[in-house]
């Protein structure tokens, strides 16, 4: 990743099977010059998003967000795995992982899978219900 995710990435021997290569920002800055003519900003989500207090910035700014965090994932150490709000829900799944909730679904998807599914819904019908409902006073 070049711009907006800069997302470092290395690895030893002893815990993979892949050769060990070790990371370092100014190759990283002078592979994407050289190759995308752009330089990263690895910066740029704390800035664009509110810095590293997400649960301030959602509280003050967001409403109606599902997240859905597999603990088999190994990006769900960085998910927001409590509810912050009564409209801001995190849904947590010992099992699962990176957006499995949003695939198709199969007649070989596991009774956990579909109650996470089913949670989902019905979260989202809930606030649609309720924008109805407001909507429908607001005119009156």
Same mark, same amino acid.
């Given at each position: ?79 927001? *795995? +409590?509810?912050?709000? !009564?409209?801001? =829900?995190? $849904?947590? #799944? &010992?099992?699962? %992982? ?14 956990? *899978? +579909?109650?996470?599914? !089913?949670?989902? =819904?019905? $979260?989202? #019908? &809930?606030?649609? %219900? ?11």
């Amino acid at each position: 990743a070049c711009t907006e995710m800069v997302m470092p990435t290395s690895g030893n021997n002893k815990e993979s099977i892949l050769p060990e290569s070790l990371w370092n920002y100014d190759n990283r800055v002078t592979a994407c010059k050289l190759v995308y003519d752009v330089v990263p900003r690895p910066n740029w989500i704390t800035i664009e998003f509110g810095g590293h207090d997400i649960k301030r910035v959602l509280k003050r700014f967001g409403s109606n967000i599902i997240f859905f965090n597999g603990l088999r994932d190994p990006w769900s150490g960085g998910g927001v *795995l +409590k509810n912050i709000s !009564k409209s801001i =829900v995190a $849904i947590v #799944a &010992k099992e699962g %992982a990176h957006h499995v909730d949003l695939r198709f679904s199969n007649k070989e998807d596991p009774e956990w *899978l +579909k109650d996470v599914r !089913k949670q989902e =819904v019905n $979260i989202i #019908a &809930k606030w649609i %219900a309720q924008y109805y409902h407001d909507l429908a006073h607001l005119s009156s």
